[in-house]
């Protein structure tokens, strides 16, 4: 309240390998002029991400608070629960990031309903906290990577939430930013419905 600042908090979650933290390395190249810190991404064995990318940036003001976005992912190995809940903590939206390969669909289907359970443990519902979904590695399609199509991968993870999903490649950018302006978008429409 002091600072008039609302710090928003949105996380990239997935499976591991998915491309979360590829979309986070290219917003921060996308967007470098607008970032005002470094991005810090902690590699481990056998996995990218161990704690998370976090690059805050500035998108205006509501209500006369200042709007600050601290983005972060989580690591995708299940062994990393602990940090992934950890990171959950205070979280205002999230991504949901799938991996389109045909071997990977199980994987998918774990890392959504461990999402969900996560999320109990700080009183969120999966159905009420902004979230968009992001169908990954579409590009691998060109190379004959055997991928689940767009209505088996909505089926199987959009069936029930109903919320707004992109097929992307994070690799490319194709529908990074747009997934990430959804994300933005729909949390900042809860915040302001929250501040009133």
């Known amino acids: 309240m002091k600072t008039r600042e609302v710090q928003v908090k949105i996380v990239y979650y997935g499976p591991g390998r998915g491309g979360k933290t590829t979309n986070l390395e290219f917003i921060n190249e996308k967007f ?71 071997e990977r669909r199980k994987h998918n289907l774990l890392s959504l309903k461990q999402l969900q359970e996560n999320l109990t443990t700080y009183r969120k519902n999966i159905f009420k906290i902004p979230l968009v979904l992001q169908y990954n590695k579409f590009d691998l399609k060109e190379q004959n990577v055997p991928l689940l199509s767009l209505a088996t991968i909505e089926q199987d993870l959009n069936g029930k939430l109903k919320v707004p999903s992109f097929a992307a490649s994070a690799l490319t950018g194709e529908n990074v930013v747009p997934t990430l302006k959804k994300i933005i978008s729909v949390t900042m429409a809860a915040i302001q419905k929250e501040l009133r």
């Open 32 to 102: 470098r002029e607008r970032i005002k810190s470094k991005m810090i991404s902690i590699k481990t064995h056998g996995d990218r991400t161990l704690f998370f990318d976090f690059l805050p940036f500035d998108i205006g003001k509501i209500k006369g608070y200042d709007i600050k976005i601290q983005m972060y992912t989580v690591p995708g190995q299940v062994k990393y629960n602990a940090t992934r809940k950890l990171v959950l903590k205070g979280v205002d939206g999230l991504v949901f990031v799938a991996d389109a390969m045909e």
